[in-house]
């Protein structure tokens, strides 16, 4: 037998991709496959994400674990955003960790791989002129890297810290990426970006004047390619001209993600955000006018330095007129190397807490009234998941994750769906065509 490889995903959607590149680099290069158990693993990857502090202290009490019961010789890698805030520490505090492997460092893995206590975190590494390989974890889509790096500010970030500056991917790349998934029988492909709508500030070689809405247009030329999706736009880059491709391209999906962050103008200055409460509003009147069948998610922050009573109140009115079909929300957390660490009017825990959970709640009673009424909607679902218990999960254009009675023959197609019954998270349905 081969060796085995175990990888543990952890964060975004740009991570689940760079873990599918090393996966199919250590296949390509090394001979691995891939192990659920990570006990009879020869090789165990974590893809570590930084954005919150708790996951990176779970990291360490994670590790040992892996080094307890790992089977004897086998290598441990830190790859991701934590190995490159943290770099050789993780090294210093696990000392059995073999490399360390930072977020933009991944197409690395196999040089890495055979330098013992290696430590490979350099952020300008430019990783943008060539395509990620084509192993992907799912048969029914496939996720495409649009941009690297970010270039905001935004106070609470340590992303363009751990993923270095902004760097567009050539065109050319993308398109032929899209093509061969959907030569692969694929018919949707999801990019992926820090700030997808600012995609063309900045190439690492000569390039043609590009925007984001000239790439979805030229993608949704791909024959065969049904559906398009992103994450993650910024508000501030949301001009005229995207939200009326958005909304009058069939091939794109619609669902829009639209990072609030937080209701109040005072705050969203603190946090560097480009935008106030009145723009995002604008926006969403705007989408909302363009494409009424849109979905619209969100992230939102709470316990920001400096936030008060009133700032949440903004938010949770925000909350209120958009009505958001799902929320991401957090506890403010500080991150090293950000501007917002030094803030010091900082906000009383607990207070962050009731306040999250107060918000949660406000979200709840919003997704149970409107859930409701899409009781005996169709929908035109393209199934992707078959779950124990017969059944199979797909998702409608706009983003609602669907589920019916089924078996595999259901898996990468479209189906009309009637909505039989309703739940906060998932809906059930039954398949009419
Ligand atoms: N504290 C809490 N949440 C954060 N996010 C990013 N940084 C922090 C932080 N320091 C959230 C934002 C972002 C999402 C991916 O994670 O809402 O959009
Ligand atoms: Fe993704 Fe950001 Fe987490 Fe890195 S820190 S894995 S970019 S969410």
Same mark, same amino acid.
């Given at each position: 037998?081969?060796?085995?490889?175990?990888?543990?995903?952890?964060?975004?959607?740009?991570?689940?991709?760079?873990?599918?590149h @090393?996966?199919?680099?250590l296949?390509?290069?090394?001979?691995?496959?891939?192990?659920?158990?990570?006990?009879?693993?020869?090789?165990?990857?974590?893809?570590?994400?930084?954005v919150?502090?708790?996951?990176?202290?779970?990291?360490?009490?994670?590790?040992?674990?892996?080094?307890?019961?790992?089977?004897?010789?086998?290598?441990?890698?830190?790859?991701?955003?934590?190995?490159?805030?943290?770099?050789?520490?993780?090294?210093?505090?696990?000392?059995?960790?073999?490399?360390?492997?930072?977020? %933009?460092?991944?197409?690395?893995?196999?040089?890495?791989?055979?330098?013992?206590?290696?430590?490979?975190?350099?952020?300008?590494?430019?990783?943008?002129?060539?395509?990620?390989?084509?192993?992907?974890?799912?048969?029914?889509k496939?996720f495409?890297?649009?941009?690297?790096?970010?270039d905001?500010?935004?106070?609470?970030?340590?992303?363009?810290?751990?993923?270095?500056?902004?760097?567009?991917?050539?065109?050319?790349?993308?398109?032929?990426e899209?093509? %061969?998934?959907v030569?692969?029988?694929?018919?949707?492909?999801?990019?992926?970006?820090?700030?997808?709508?600012?995609?063309?500030?900045?190439?690492?070689?000569?390039?043609?004047?590009?925007?984001?809405?000239?790439?979805?247009?030229?993608l949704?030329?791909?024959?065969?390619?049904e559906?398009?999706?992103?994450?993650?736009?910024?508000?501030?880059?949301?001009?005229?001209?995207?939200?009326?491709?958005?909304?009058?391209?069939?091939?794109i999906?619609?669902? @829009?993600?639209?990072?609030?962050?937080?209701?109040?103008?005072?705050?969203?200055?603190?946090?560097?955000?480009?935008?106030?409460?009145?723009?995002?509003?604008? %926006?969403?009147?705007?989408?909302?006018?363009?494409?009424?069948?849109?979905?619209?998610?969100?992230?939102?922050?709470?316990?920001?330095?400096?936030?008060?009573?009133?700032?949440?109140e903004?938010?949770?009115?925000?909350?209120?007129?958009?009505q958001?079909?799902?929320?991401?929300?957090?506890?403010?957390?500080?991150?090293?190397?950000?501007?917002?660490?030094?803030?010091?009017?900082i906000?009383?825990?607990?207070?962050?807490?009731?306040?999250?959970?107060?918000?949660?709640?406000?979200?709840?009673?919003?997704?149970?009234?409107?859930?409701?009424?899409?009781?005996?909607?169709?929908?035109?679902?393209?199934?992707?998941?078959?779950?124990?218990?017969?059944?199979?999960?797909?998702?409608?254009?706009?983003?609602?994750?669907?589920?019916?009675?089924?078996?595999?023959?259901?898996?990468?197609?479209?189906?009309?769906?009637?909505?039989?019954?309703?739940? %906060?998270?998932?809906?059930?349905?039954?398949?009419?065509?």
């Amino acid at each position: 037998m081969g060796k085995l490889l175990f990888i543990e995903t952890l964060g975004c959607a740009m991570n689940s991709r760079d873990s599918e590149h @090393m996966i199919a680099e250590l296949r390509e290069k090394e001979g691995y496959e891939t192990t659920d158990d990570f006990k009879i693993a020869d090789l165990i990857l974590i893809n570590t994400c930084s954005v919150r502090e708790r996951p990176v202290h779970k990291l360490f009490s994670e590790l040992g674990g892996f080094n307890k019961h790992k089977k004897k010789g086998a290598k441990i890698g830190v790859c991701g955003c934590t190995a490159s805030h943290l770099g050789e520490e993780i090294i210093k505090k696990a000392p059995y960790v073999n490399f360390v492997l930072g977020a %933009r460092n991944v197409s690395r893995i196999s040089e890495v791989l055979h330098k013992d206590k290696a430590v490979e975190i350099d952020i300008n590494y430019d990783e943008s002129e060539f395509a990620f390989k084509d192993f992907r974890s799912s048969s029914f889509k496939g996720f495409i890297n649009i941009s690297i790096g970010c270039d905001k500010s935004c106070t609470f970030c340590i992303v363009p810290k751990t993923r270095g500056d902004e760097i567009s991917i050539p065109d050319s790349l993308i398109i032929n990426e899209a093509k %061969r998934i959907v030569e692969m029988g694929a018919k949707e492909i999801f990019l992926l970006g820090q700030n997808v709508n600012n995609y063309g500030r900045r190439f690492s070689g000569e390039h043609e004047k590009m925007n984001f809405t000239k790439l979805l247009r030229r993608l949704s030329k791909i024959e065969k390619l049904e559906r398009i999706r992103f994450t993650s736009p910024h508000p501030f880059h949301m001009d005229d001209e995207f939200i009326e491709e958005f909304s009058s391209n069939p091939k794109i999906c619609k669902s @829009m993600h639209m990072p609030l962050q937080s209701g109040s103008t005072k705050v969203l200055k603190e946090m560097k955000r480009g935008y106030s409460k009145e723009w995002f509003l604008n %926006r969403v009147q705007k989408l909302k006018t363009m494409c009424p069948e849109a979905t619209i998610s969100t992230d939102i922050i709470v316990g920001f330095p400096g936030e008060s009573d009133e700032d949440f109140e903004d938010t949770i009115d925000v909350m209120k007129q958009v009505q958001f079909d799902q929320i991401f929300s957090f506890k403010y957390s500080p991150r090293p190397q950000t501007e917002a660490e030094r803030f010091t009017n900082i906000v009383d825990g607990d207070v962050a807490s009731q306040r999250l959970s107060f918000l949660q709640s406000i979200h709840n009673e919003i997704i149970d009234q409107n859930n409701a009424k899409l009781l005996g909607n169709i929908y035109r679902v393209y199934f992707e998941d078959l779950h124990r218990d017969a059944y199979v999960t797909g998702r409608s254009d706009n983003n609602i994750v669907i589920k019916v009675k089924g078996s595999e023959e259901l898996l990468g197609t479209f189906r009309d769906v009637k909505i039989i019954s309703i739940g %906060r998270t998932i809906l059930t349905g039954e398949v009419i065509a």
